[in-house]
């Protein structure tokens, strides 16, 4: 027993480090994605988090595979593709989501480009995927100070960023500064995601914000409830995963998302407001 | 659609400085000589109109007929092409809104008292706790729309009549004196409409005006004493007898048709 969960954490200093920034991340991660998925917001959020491959691509030209660097060009990169797809879809009559979808293939593509034109395969496959594995002090630090911000900002902001949620019009109407809740939550979506991005790579970055927000909606009716299940999936998803990965030799990000997959699948099948139970009368 | 990914750059969009504030004088909103247009067309065109504080108000008129751009308008989100909005001794913040009730997702996991306790934040802000006395009031609020017992229930568990009551209930909490009512009544059940409509009636009684843009034409005729038949340049305003009569009705269906045969033959259908 010991052996199977506890010891190749104890033994290793590395995946010591990779649990850690795993834990950091979900606790930021949950309550981000809880609200990504209630202001429907996911695609904003794929995009976001494709976007930043071309900006990391960038810092990685400058600064080497350093998370610093690329999680700056990729915050800056995300932030000016997201709000370009909002001028298309706004100025055109393309919808936010073609635009969005256009523009986060392209970002993809040009990101690709440039890192296998500048670096290696190997370079590529990392932040294609995540090197979780090498987190080292300053990744660390970058994740876990982006954690707390993350909650200190959401604990200030709970009250009226719920109303924006709900009802943006209502915000707006009754001179609420909605505008700026908005953004700032767009903020942190950014930023969790560019901590995402070191543990699971571009591709999968939004997987551990999505998937246990999407989970914990099957079991809580509660924000803040929610809050507390989609994390603690997160946290879970995290464990089991670099487990997996260590004992059967798997990568460790697609195993990461994977196991916030198959608890996914289990809500569905169990969780109070799941699939099955559905059936038997709702409410 | 407002809601949804909505736009990034809704973020950036602000109440439009459109409307005038004046003091002295009766209390009012004023619109004159108002014209909206939007790109490809005219919604609005030469609206004049008082609506005086307190009374009563429904707004009528075909689909794309300019009721939901003036209510836009006249909160400031939707900017004027030419004329004039002016509240007289009262100001924009003054003004409480309700949304048509599609905009809102009713499966969001909040409780009916999350929701009205919405109502009362201008007055906490976003640290502050809810005093004894606003709880009092969110109660009281709450047994007005006849959901006494409904403060822990969760929104998805409402029927679409309950729900519109919850939102009621916000708006008593908002306790402004202008209230705006964008199409309350539409998939609600019979009952709740005659209960939100004493509601209304309150309302007025207690010195509010009260405007709300309907489609049902037997229920304006029966609650209110006023009424504006708005379609595009066609619009008659006043006591709602002389307004919804026939040959207003009729005149009001063929400029409609005119505009549809046109939308029908241009690029932008």
């Known amino acids: 027993m010991v052996d199977f969960f506890i010891s190749p954490f104890a033994d290793y200093m590395f995946l010591r480090r990779a649990l850690m920034a795993c834990m950091a991340l979900a606790l930021g991660c949950g309550p981000v994605g809880v609200l990504l998925v209630l202001r429907r917001m996911s695609l904003m959020g794929d995009a976001l988090s494709h976007a930043i491959l071309p900006g990391a691509a960038i810092g990685f030209l400058i600064g080497g595979l350093s998370l610093p660097a690329m999680g700056l060009g990729g915050f800056v990169v995300g932030f000016i593709v997201a709000s370009l797809s909002g001028v298309i879809s706004r100025f055109t009559i393309l919808n936010e989501d073609a635009s969005f979808a256009g523009f986060y293939l392209i970002s993809l593509a040009l990101g690709v480009l440039i890192i296998s034109t500048q670096g290696s395969q190997v370079d590529l496959m990392h932040i294609l995927f995540g090197t979780i594995l090498a987190v080292d002090n300053t990744s660390l630090f970058m994740v876990t100070g982006i954690t707390t911000f993350t909650l200190c900002i959401l604990a200030i902001i709970y009250r009226p960023l719920l109303i924006e949620c709900f009802d943006p019009g209502f915000l707006r109407v009754i001179g609420g500064w909605g505008g700026m809740y908005h953004f700032l939550f767009l903020v942190l979506v950014a930023l969790n995601l560019v901590a995402a991005f070191q543990a699971l790579g571009t591709l999968m970055a939004l997987g551990m914000m999505m998937l246990p927000a999407v989970s914990s909606r099957l079991w809580a009716r509660h924000v803040w409830s929610l809050f507390l299940f989609s994390s603690f999936f997160a946290v879970l998803s995290g464990y089991f995963g670099l487990l997996l990965s260590y004992h059967l030799e798997w990568p460790s990000g697609p195993s990461i998302i994977l196991m916030a997959g198959l608890i996914y699948a289990l809500s569905l099948l169990i969780a109070p407001f799941g699939a099955l139970k559905r059936q038997q009368g709702r409410d | ?269």
């Open chain 2, 1 to 269: 659609m407002e809601h949804a990914s909505s736009s990034f750059w809704n973020i950036f969009q602000k109440k439009h400085k459109v409307i005038h504030c004046e003091t002295g004088g009766p209390p009012e909103i004023e619109i004159r000589d108002l014209t909206v247009a939007y790109p490809h067309n005219t919604v609005i065109s030469g609206l004049t109109c008082h609506f005086n504080i307190p009374s009563l108000w429904a707004i009528v008129g075909p689909n794309g007929g300019g009721k939901s751009t003036l209510l836009r308008t006249l909160l400031g989100l939707q900017k004027p092409t030419t004329g004039k909005v002016i509240f007289r001794g009262f100001c924009p913040c003054d003004v409480a809104y309700l949304a048509q009730q599609n905009q809102l997702d009713r499966r969001f996991p909040l409780t009916v008292g999350d929701t009205i306790a919405m109502g009362l934040f201008r007055e906490v802000g976003i640290f502050r706790r809810y005093t004894k006395e606003q709880r009092g009031k969110m109660q009281a609020a709450l047994e007005q729309v006849g959901l006494a017992s409904f403060a822990k229930t969760p929104l998805q568990a409402l029927s679409g009549g309950q729900f519109q009551r919850v939102l009621f209930a916000r708006l008593i909490l908002q306790d402004a004196p202008v209230i705006f009512l964008d199409e309350p009544f539409t998939g609600v059940d019979t009952r709740t409409i005659a209960d939100l409509m004493k509601l209304v009636h309150v309302w007025v009684e207690e010195k509010r005006l009260v405007i709300a843009v309907l489609h049902d034409t037997a229920l304006v005729n029966e609650h209110f004493p006023n009424t504006l038949l708005l379609a595009r340049q066609f619009y008659r305003e006043g006591a709602t007898e002389k307004v919804l009569t026939k040959t207003n009705i009729q005149s009001m269906i063929e400029t409609s048709q005119a505009w549809e045969a046109m939308i029908g033959e241009g690029p932008h259908g």
